[in-house]
């Protein structure tokens, strides 16, 4: 019978060994799989972040073309739309990355001002030619600047998945 013990005892070491080597493995496994869903979640983030940056672009170039036009209710709702296009914009470390605060407030300020000036002028219809050329050159501004930003955030998109 001691001879029996004695394997079964060895056996018993040799399962364990096994058995806490394995439990190791799946450890590592884990913390793999956790590193790589966590990288693709940081993927999303910044690829939504520039999707955003490439909204608010549209937005702009939109409120441009109908900025143009002889009326101006659609300007005014236009601008409307770029105004809630930048307050989807998130500020999560991604959208920091692409444009900083301080720059995306002023921004905002200045397209929450177009937007109420548009408002007023389309209550009557009518804006005088010095206030719709400096409309204008206000929008461009903006358009500009997000034109940058949104390439700013297509190339960090790319620079990040190709690390």
């Given at each position: ?86 307050a989807r914009y ?63 955030a297509a190339a960090?998109?790319?620079n990040n998945a190709?690390?």
């Open positions: 019978m001691e001879t029996v013990d004695a394997i079964g005892l060895l056996l018993g070491v040799v399962g364990l060994v096994i058995t806490l080597r394995q439990l190791h493995k799946t450890r590592e496994a884990a913390e793999a799989a956790k590193d790589a869903a966590s990288q693709a979640v940081s993927s999303i983030q910044r690829f939504e972040a520039a999707t955003k940056m490439h909204e608010v672009c549209s937005r702009s170039r939109e409120l441009l073309r109908v900025l143009h036009g002889r009326t101006l209710a659609p300007a005014a709702h236009a601008a409307f739309e770029l105004r809630d296009a930048m998130g500020h999560d470390p991604h959208s920091q990355a692409i444009a900083s605060t301080v720059a995306w407030e002023q921004a905002h300020r200045e397209a929450r001002e177009v937007h109420e000036r548009l408002e007023t002028a389309a209550l009557v219809n009518r804006i005088a030619s010095e206030e719709r050329a400096a409309l204008l050159h206000s929008v461009a501004r903006l358009h500009t600047e997000f034109t940058s930003l949104a390439a700013k960090s998109g790319a190709n690390s």
